[in-house]
Each structure stands twice: as structure tokens, then as C-alpha cells.
């Protein structure tokens, strides 16, 4: 089993920059694809990134594609969501999810990760 924690939410501003960060524990997250997963009240839950195991393979949802970069730094157990150019409609709870291995389809659903962090706020306020 592995334990995700994200971190890095906060309040800012419309144009403003945060990364959010996605800690392991529990697990050989090597062996993970991590994907980041947005919510915002009364909306379903959004697709954001996904990164492969190495960290080679990445992609974005097209909400934030040239915005947002996911990476992963193995030897720390942690994957990171640079967040910049950041609009009010970016407000929501960021969580990131993590599913055993590799497919050769990209996962961009819920549903196809199997464990789950508790989610960090990011506010932006305009």
C-alpha cells in the first residue's frame, strides 16, 4: 500500500505561480503513476496531469496544458505540480492519486488509480 500527502495549497493571485507537492510513503513509488486530480464545488472532478514512472512520460488536461508542468523526483518519494499564470477558475481542491505500474492507455479518469491523498486548497483570487 502507499500513503500520498499533498501539500503546497495556498491563497494567491490571478497570474501567480504555486507547486504543489505529493509525498509518498508506504510504497515503492517507482512503481506508481501518479496522476494530480481537481475539485472544485459543484463540479465533478477534473482530470489536471499524469506522469509515468520515470518521470518521461507526462500529460495534461487541456484546462491547463502550457500552464501547468508535472514532474517526479524518485529518490524523494515526491511528485511536484508547478502551477504558474494561475486564473480564479484554477480554484479548487488538488488532489493526487497514484495506480500500481503502467498502461499503455494515458489514465484520465478516477477511477483508474487506486489510492488517493486527502487534497490541499488552492485559491486564486483575481
Known amino acids: 500500500q502507499v500513503q500520498l500527502v499533498e501539500s503546497g495549497g495556498g491563497l494567491v493571485q490571478a497570474g501567480g505561480s504555486l507547486r504543489l507537492s505529493c509525498a509518498a510513503s508506504g510504497g515503492t513509488f517507482r512503481s506508481y503513476t501518479i496522476g494530480w486530480f481537481r475539485q472544485a464545488p459543484g463540479k465533478e472532478r477534473e482530470f489536471v496531469a499524469t506522469?509515468?514512472?520515470?518521470?518521461?512520460?507526462?500529460y495534461y488536461g487541456d484546462s491547463v496544458k502550457g500552464r501547468f508542468t508535472i514532474s517526479r523526483d524518485n529518490a524523494k518519494n515526491t511528485v511536484y505540480l508547478q502551477m504558474d499564470t494561475l486564473k480564479p477558475e484554477d480554484t479548487a481542491v488538488y488532489l493526487c492519486a497514484a495506480r500500481w505500474g503502467t498502461s499503455h492507455q494515458v489514465a484520465v479518469h478516477s477511477y483508474e488509480y487506486n489510492y488517493w491523498g486527502q487534497g490541499t486548497q488552492v485559491t486564486v483570487s483575481s
Open positions: 506522469i509515468g514512472l520515470s518521470g518521461s512520460s507526462t
